[in-house]
């Protein structure tokens, strides 16, 4: 699954750099994560980070880009492997 930011979003730039996939960047209003990109810390963290960190709870399960665990495993080792992060 991936992590969407909802428009509750403050830009309090507490997500962005904590991202270790730099799924997270700046959008037309608020901040916005890249599905292709985000692996829910999967590979770095027991649990995403951006939703740690956020004072406003506006990071949610994006409910149109479902994965399983096993799904988000190979999307950070494909990320890793290809340098792509």
Known sequence: MALKILEG?????????????????????IYEINPDLCTECVGYYDTPTCVSV???????????????????????EHLVLNDQI
Do not use: Q, R, W
């Open 54 to 76: 956020c004072p406003v709870d506006c990071i949610i399960t994006d409910p149109e880009h479902v994965e399983d665990k096993e799904t988000l495993v190979k999307k950070f």
């Open 9 to 29: 979003c403050t830009n309090c730039d507490m997500c962005e750099p904590e991202c270790p996939n730099e799924a997270i960047s700046y959008g037309k209003k």
